[in-house]
């Protein structure tokens, strides 16, 4: 038998096609004939439209067209036309299957921008919902009883229609039984396997059943009226999810015109509350929704096209949601998402698009996006953040403009608590700067993370973002007060030197910003902080513009101990320079050759004993010479230099302690060897006639002990043994290698006399 072969549909027209199922028994094949016509000449013709799934494709039916030809349908239409089908008369139908070239993709966008029509203009719609069961017979007989029982009382009566059928609903429960009975349960599950059917998440039900004007609920042989079938959910109590509810709804009858009214949603409402329904074509998410929009309903406006790759329909599709039309493709690239990832940012389509156009960097989208305003420039973006502060942290002058423009623009909103401008200020980005500051609402006195834009600017060493922001009146912003001191606005020319930005510093410096501001954590002077840092340059331009050589920190350390204490000889050398008064200079030499001592910077002490006339023997307010203070720390290298300079080994701090005395209590020895070797006096006792034998036998140092009686130290002495053999008693093992050695002396010393 010879297939059928479509003759194609012309497309300027509003044409269309229908199909007459011929009369048959249930045995016979099943006949049809196709024929075409116009849309605008089916309006009052008796044709039904068939609303239905198409199901399993792999085993194909045949069917008979027009004059013996064959062709192939779904088994599920197969069998709907079966159950449809009358013995006595033939019914004209329309059905999507039979009545469009399947294979040719033009028509079928064609038709399927008409097809909202088709159901409109239809007597009335079939809903298949397949095969029939014993339970769905039962509950169907009972539905069409509740059906021609209500209509009977509705037509006598002037009740609403809602409280007729609730009223015969349960007169009829009761005559049945009530719902203890083996026969409610088994038409309960009936309803419910009626509800689950692949047609209830079918995506074309939404236009084809909003659109129909009377319909009819078939299953096998029965059918009800759909204005009974979508109340028994809940006068049966099963409960439905809001996708099966929202056709319900829907369904011509009373429960839509006590739900809808005249209610019609826009593509993108449609798109969000339908997006979890099933369709056999990527295409038919967008295409079925289109008839029953508010804003897509016009074929003319947006026109099904079946040709177009999915991504590319998406494309046109973001394209008409965001601007109500399709831009030019060739200019406006659009994101090619797929079904999936559309469906899932449908909600926040807007600011999801405008995110995409921001990351790959498509100047044209965002620009447009922004002068047409068509979504809030102010809103945080998932990803992105706010986009003014996005933008300025990226390299986008243009678009950046284009944002400021907007009247609705709040150029001083935060984002994670940073403003646009200190962001530009931070990253340095002059240009984004200076577009910031034209707007007469920017706030450079804003602060994030603790800071105004200037203060980031000038620690990150951005010379011209900071002369903008003084150009632009920053510099009275740097006169105000604060109540927290951690934070006061001379923090810019602070960080300027704590960094070595030394250009910013000077400019910084020539806008009569205090000098002597103390800010940061140690309340420092920007010279104070500089010079602990080692940053000469500052240190020299510091000075040179009148900054106070003696300011110190919160704990009071002046600038030649921390400085001195870094190591920093340059900046020692530089301020020791500046100095003019020899007093002045005598105190700054003797605190650096102190803290060169305590920190063992054997340059700095060099450097300090060249360039001045300190004495080597200078004592501290505790009589600590620098020799006693490197020994206390066991510095090596500073006492040989000291001892090289001249340095005296026998002086005593207040408690009478001598270099060598100290250097045995902290178990130093190769200072003890050092200065015994340099003449100290190894019997030099503290104030209370400790020596430093006594001292390191006490605190266990052994080899110490023995290096002393080796020179002739004195180990006669008794409350040295007594603590000794105290902590042998305490089972401390050192202390009996001490004792033996002590004890070993003693006995020498005694044979010997």
Known sequence: MELYIYNPIELATDGIRLVRLCKGYATDPIRCEIFETFLHRVEGVPYEALSYTWGDNSKPCCIELNDGKQSYITSNLYMALS????????????????????????????????????????????????????????????????????????????????????????????????????????????????????????????????????????????????????????????????????????????????????????????????????????????????????????????????????????????????????????????????????????????????????????????????????????????????????????????????????????????????????????????????????????????????????????????????????????NRVCQESYKDPMYQSSMALWYAAERDHADVAELLAGYGIDLEHAAGSSQSTALWIAASKGHVNIVDLLIRKGANLETRNLTNISIQHIAARGGHTNVVQCVFDAITSKKAKYFFSRDVLWTAATYEHVEMMQLIIAISDVDVDSRDLNGKTALWISAYHGHIKTARLLISKGANTELQNRQRETALWIAAQEGHQELCELLVANGANIEAEDVLKTTPLWISAICGYVDIVRFLLQNGANPLSPSMLARVREEVALGNSTYVKIQALLLDARNRLCGQG
């Open 83 to 474: 159950c449809l089908r009358h013995s006595d008369q033939d019914r004209l139908l329309w059905v999507d299957a039979i009545c469009i070239d399947q294979n040719n993709a033009k028509e079928q966008g064609h038709q399927v921008g008409r097809m909202r029509l088709m159901y409109r203009y239809a007597e009335r719609v079939i809903i298949w919902l397949g095969r029939s069961t014993e339970n769905t017979i039962i509950l169907m007989d009972l539905m069409k009883q509740l059906d021609k029982r209500s209509m009977w009382q509705k037509n006598g009566r002037h009740n609403k229609p809602l409280e007729i059928w609730e009223g015969e609903w349960i007169r009829l429960q009761d005559e049945i039984g009530g719902e203890d009975t083996d026969f409610y349960k088994r038409r309960l599950d009936a309803l419910q396997d009626l509800l689950d059917r692949p047609w209830f998440s079918r995506i074309w039900v939404l236009q084809e059943v909003a659109s129909a004007k009377s319909a009819v609920v078939a299953c096998g042989w029965d059918c009800v009226s759909t204005r009974t079938f979508a109340l028994m959910p809940a006068f049966m109590g099963v409960h439905v999810n809001s996708q099966v509810q929202a056709v319900l709804d829907i369904m011509p009858g009373y429960l839509r015109k006590e739900t809808l009214g005249d209610t019609q949603h826009d593509l993108r409402t449609l798109l969000d509350n339908f997006k979890s329904c099933a369709s056999s074509r990527p295409h038919d998410m967008i295409y079925a929704l289109l008839g029953i929009s508010s804003d897509a309903n016009d074929s003319r406006i947006f026109p099904p096209d079946y040709e177009l790759p999915i991504k590319d329909v998406i494309s046109r599709t973001i394209s008409f949601l965001i601007f109500g039309r399709f831009l030019d493709a060739t200019k406006y690239r659009l994101p090619r998402w797929n079904l999936r990832k559309f469906l899932r940012n449908i909600t926040r389509l807007n600011a999801m698009v405008f995110e995409w156009a921001l990351r790959s960097h498509n100047e044209p989208l965002a620009t447009r996006f922004l002068e047409e305003g068509v979504f809030d420039v102010n809103e945080s973006i998932q990803g992105i953040g706010i986009p003014l502060c996005f933008l300025v942290s990226r390299n986008n002058r243009n678009i950046c403009r284009v944002i400021l423009q907007r009247e609705d623009i709040d150029v001083n909103s935060k984002d994670n608590g940073l403003t646009a401008l200190y962001l530009a200020a931070k990253l340095g980005f002059a240009e984004k700067v200076a577009l910031l500051l034209t707007n007469n609402s920017i706030d450079v006195s804003d602060r994030s993370e603790g800071l105004l834009p200037l203060e980031a600017a000038a620690r990150e060493g951005h010379y011209s973002v900071v002369k903008l922001l003084l150009d632009h009146d920053a």
